[in-house]
């Protein structure tokens, strides 16, 4: 049985969210296997919650009043793979006593991001259980060549072995240039996401209004309408030069086919230039330009993608796409295409 720690996502947000759709993307490989997904609480279900779907079983329950039953799951596993860092904070005791074959997944660099988000006391916790996991892993995933770097530099004498696999969502279908009328003449320019701080909402909204013109539309596709609709309120951007949406991931290929320009304004600080966001490979996949702050994002300099910076932004830009960034995402998905069951070497 391998046991995953990590919650299963069940909800269209859920599959939305970057790191489910990570989630998500792991399972495929395994749907052969009997595998557990473990989400644990400190507080909350107080009730064990169980779903099973074939091969695979999810339970979400409380560390206290099924202790022993997550010690039995840690017993009887022969892989655990830990989804995020995160996952690991109440079940750190367990990774200790238990002698078996470890795989972390990474995901990002969680002391750091903490930092940025001014939660000391969580970045100081979140170091020690690092530093911990480090000493019984076997495997590292990474999203980006970078974040290896970063963590090979961090813990040299660390033994666990690192592969690079990026997060390319399910739900990509192949775009090839030309294949249909992208747009409607004006500068389509697009933001997919929600309006988290790191994401720099306020400026792109600020830039927005300083560009209205005829000649650009603007849209946001996001799960979080309602904040985006009164910030678009209290700065007074007319509403026929900006389209608010929320739309299911299978439906946003409608909307970048016809995008030329995409906001992804991510600032120069380690937490970016390690990740691989979901944003980026979508937009690139469908040959859309970002509009960066930094272009140190992840590995995409190194693949060199085309972006333009958030100052050359206005109503004179082309209305085109960009080749080399669909190949910059056919060069991903050739780097992604090993056997990741053999790669990680599964006991």
């Known amino acids: 049985m391998i046991l995953f720690l990590s919650k299963y996502p069940q909800t269209p947000e859920e599959f939305r969210d970057g790191f ?4 998500e993307n792991i399972d495929r490989f395994f749907v052969d296997d009997q595998r557990t997904y473990l989400s644990v609480s400190f507080f909350k279900n107080l009730k064990k919650k169980v779903r099973k779907d074939e091969n695979r079983e999810e339970i979400d329950c409380n560390l206290f009043l ?8 840690f017993r009887k596993s022969s892989l655990v793979y830990i989804q995020s860092i995160y996952n690991a904070l109440y079940m750190i005791g367990f990774i200790l006593l238990f002698k078996k074959y470890y795989v972390l997944d990474l995901h990002g660099v969680v002391p750091e991001e903490l930092v940025m988000q001014q939660k000391e006391k969580h970045a100081r916790v979140f170091s020690i259980i690092e530093k911990l996991l480090f000493i019984k892993m076997k495997v ?5 060549n970078r974040m290896v770097h970063h963590y090979k530099s961090k813990y040299p004498k660390s033994k666990t ?6 997060i390319l969502p399910s739900h990509l279908k192949p775009y090839q240039l ?4 992208d747009n ?15 994401q720099n909402v306020d400026l792109m909204l600020d830039t927005i209004k300083n560009n209205l013109s005829d000649k ?5 596709l996001t799960g979080d309408p309602e904040t985006f609709n009164a910030k678009i309120a209290s700065l007074k951007i007319k509403k026929n030069q900006i389209t608010v949406k929320s739309v299911k991931p299978e439906e946003l290929d409608q909307y970048y086919k016809k995008s030329n320009y995409g906001f992804v304004l991510r600032d120069d600080f380690l937490v970016n230039q390690v990740a691989c966001p979901t944003k980026i490979i979508e937009y690139l996949n469908y040959g859309i330009i970002p509009i960066v702050l930094s272009e140190k994002i992840g590995d995409f300099s190194e693949y060199g993608y085309d972006y333009i910076f958030l100052n050359q932004l206005n109503e004179r830009l082309e209305t085109r796409k960009s080749e080399k960034n669909i190949d910059v995402i ?4 050739k780097d992604n295409s090993f056997d990741f069951k053999n790669k990680i070497g599964i006991p």
Do not use: D
């Not at 030309?178 to 009328?181: A, C, D, P, V």
């Not at 056919?330 to 998905?333: A, K």
């Open 140 to 144: 590292c995933i990474a999203v980006t």
């Open 20 to 23: 489910y759709q990570r989630v």
């Open 66 to 73: 099924h202790f022993f039953m997550i010690f039995n799951l």
């Open 178 to 181: 030309n294949s249909e009328i």
């Open 330 to 333: 056919f060069q991903l998905y």
């Open 216 to 220: 650009i539309h603007f849209t946001i």
């Open 184 to 198: 409607t003449g004006k500068i389509e320019i697009i933001y997919s996401g929600n309006a988290q701080v790191w």
């Open 161 to 166: 072995k690192y592969i690079v696999y990026a």
